[in-house]
């Protein structure tokens, strides 16, 4: 927005919001220019996905040992890798993976979170000291060590990858709503809803739980780019979501490290796909934290 | 005050009885022991029951969860880790040299991060929203965005591709050749520290943002002080409480953190015997692994603690 409106035209441009939800999307690239980078980014990756099926010039699991390690060109746009896999399909295909797992484990650690941080903060006392007792230790964990003993308890794969992930996000988002929850429980409407004899489920799902919306849509967001690189890291190591599914940390792994001098493209564009993805989602993930919490907000 | 540092030193045994508790029967839940890991390294999974037996017995696994939870428990008390249940040598032992080489490289890796962090934070609060700001924005968003062993690859293909050279993959020690130490881990530090350093940036710049709007901040402008002097005698001051607070969080988290880095370029760290330990079922060696690390985390956090009503006398603990 202009610093300082010069004309009428500039002012009236700037003032009130705009009707319509198209209005509103011109509002949020108007302001948040980064933003809507970050949400353009989001929208491509989640359309290389839908369309993966149809987009992809080749099938993503077939081996092609005739094309083994061949460098990019007209047939395959980014190379193909140790087993004659076009790199191109295989990111296309790895797109579902990331948004996967991504989506699984943020929504996941997120609900999870969010309910354990009402709940705590609306109980209080000694259940909230208990809680917290709990959280103090899963903290102590770095997040990586963490997904990994989970993997190690549940076996690799990507539906036991989303709870590897979403485990160390408990904690995290637990702390965050708990200590904006203390102040709702405060509310005149709370204790409203106390006085008619609600239970307590009903008091925080319903009457607590929607009050602190901003805070876990913006861990919820943070999460999603950190879950979609956990995910890269963890296939990686080799102890993710396993060959032959097509996933970008995966693509990295192996082959893509030993042969990285001659064919580089092994090693550059499934990583240039993440760095991508997750950018995408922390523009946009900041974005709309600026936008929702006021004490961020810069004037 | 030395009551709060007693009040918060106690404060750790719970937690951190807590950890032990839970990666204790973490552990246990993960299928498979020790003994048949051993077996099936070997290629023989078909060993008689009663030799694997023996060998559990041997190793102690044969008593029951609570004796053997109590006998590490009363060891660590008496500062003795116990033998690894895979190579069968003291865990001290094992630890030792990956400790320095993980403590180091997570060192070297905030250094770095704090060098890039501060000034760029400072540059964009005070350019903000000018292109100086957007430019930084993203190049901090970017470093978040990028995975480091990525990063990781990249930097050993542009130097191999340009220079004709990878950095030597053999541990030395620096107190044994500091250049050949410096050649080896400058580059993982790199890559780690251009991540880390994002998160401080930001912190940087907000809370810089945030200082820079104070009264006292207009007053030194206004009896027309250097803007370089305000920023860097009065400003900085009061900003920088909350970047060194967050970086030394992540720097506590970079020591047992680093497992997919130390992966790419082949650092035998914290991290990898990690992964190892647990991949062996090496019990012994994974919890005092974990312990290390959440009590290297805790007392982080509760030397910043200090350290902040240290730094600002506003701030006092009861």
């Known amino acids: 927005m202009a610093a300082n409106p ?19 999307v011109v509002d949020f690239v108007r ?3 980064l933003g809507a980078i970050g949400a353009l980014l989001i929208l491509f990756m989640v359309a290389m996905a839908a369309t993966a099926g149809l987009l992809a010039p080749y099938n993503p699991l077939e081996n092609d ?4 390690l061949s460098a990019p060109s007209a047939e395959h746009w980014l190379g193909t890798d140790a087993y ?18 991504g989506l699984g484990a943020s929504l996941l650690g997120a609900s999870f979170g969010s309910l354990i941080g009402v709940a705590s903060a609306y109980f209080g006392g000694r259940i909230d000291l208990f809680v917290q007792r709990i959280m103090d230790v899963l903290f102590a964990f770095p997040v990586i060590i963490l997904a990994l003993v989970v ?23 637990a702390r965050v709503v708990r200590s904006s929850a203390l102040s709702v429980r405060e509310m005149p409407y709370v204790d409203a809803a106390r006085a008619s004899g609600f239970g307590h489920p009903r ?9 602190v919306m901003a805070p876990i849509l913006i861990m919820a967001t943070a999460f999603l780019g950190e879950a979609i690189l956990l995910e890269a890291s963890l296939s990686f190591i080799g102890l993710g979501v396993q060959e032959p599914t097509a996933a970008w940390g995966l693509m990295l792994r192996g082959a893509a490290v030993e042969f990285a001098e001659t064919a580089p493209w092994m090693a550059i564009f ?14 946009f993930g900041d974005s709309l934290r600026d936008a929702l919490d006021p004490r961020l907000r810069t004037q | 005050m030395a009551s709060y540092i007693l009040k918060r030193l106690l404060a750790m045994v719970p937690t951190l009885l807590g950890v032990a508790v839970l990666i204790f029967v973490l552990l246990r839940v993960v299928p498979g022991d020790v003994v048949e890991a051993r077996y099936l390294a070997q290629g023989s999974q078909f060993q008689s029951q009663d030799l694997m037996n023996q060998e559990r017995a041997k190793l102690g696994l044969d008593q029951p969860l609570w004796k053997q939870f109590t006998t590490w428990m009363t060891g660590i008390a008496r500062l003795d880790f116990g033998l690894s249940m895979w190579t ?9 040299l990956r400790f320095a080489l993980s403590l180091q490289l997570a060192i070297m890796a905030s250094l770095l991060a704090q060098l890039l962090a501060i000034p760029l934070g400072i540059l964009a609060a005070v350019k903000q929203d000018t292109w100086v700001d957007y430019a930084v924005r993203v190049f901090s968003i970017a470093g978040l965005a990028t995975p480091s062993f990525w990063l990781g690859i990249l930097m050993i293909l542009f130097m191999l591709i340009v220079f004709k050279w990878v950095p030597p993959m053999v541990f030395t020690p620096f107190w044994v050749d500091p250049w050949q130490n410096l050649a080896q881990l400058i580059w993982p530090a790199l890559a780690v520290g251009y991540r880390y350093s994002a998160v401080g940036t930001r912190m940087m710049r907000s809370a810089m943002l945030e200082v820079l709007r104070e009264d006292y901040i207009r007053t030194a402008r206004a009896k027309g002080l250097w803007l370089k002097l305000i920023l860097t005698r009065h400003a900085l001051k009061n900003a920088i409480l909350p970047v060194l607070t967050i970086m030394s969080l992540e720097f506590a988290f970079l020591l047992g953190g680093l497992v997919v880095t130390e992966q790419v370029f082949n650092l035998n760290g914290l991290g990898m015997l990690f992964v190892q330990a647990i991949a062996h079922r090496d019990y012994t060696l994974t919890q005092a692994l974990v312990m290390l690390v959440a009590t290297f985390f805790l007392f982080v956090n509760f030397f910043v603690d200090i350290a902040y009503a240290w730094i600002d006398p506003r701030i006092r603990y009861r």
């Open chain 1, 6 to 24: 010069q004309t009428v035209d500039e002012l009236t441009r700037t003032s009130a919001p705009r009707a319509g939800w198209l209005g509103a």
């Open chain 1, 31 to 33: 302001c948040r220019p």
């Open chain 1, 65 to 68: 040992y005739a094309a083994m």
């Open chain 1, 84 to 101: 004659g896999r076009d790199v191109l399909t295989r990111i296309l295909y790895g797109s579902r993976t990331a948004l996967m797992v």
């Open chain 1, 151 to 173: 993997v190690a308890v549940l076996g690799t794969g990507a539906g036991n990858v989303i709870l590897a992930i979403a485990a160390p996000m408990v904690p995290r988002c």
């Open chain 1, 203 to 211: 008091i925080i799902l319903r009457h607590m739980l929607p009050n």
């Open chain 1, 270 to 283: 499934p990583g240039l796909a993440i760095s991508l993805g997750v950018f995408g989602f922390n523009l």
């Open chain 2, 88 to 96: 069968g040598s003291p865990i001290t032992e094992e630890i030792k």
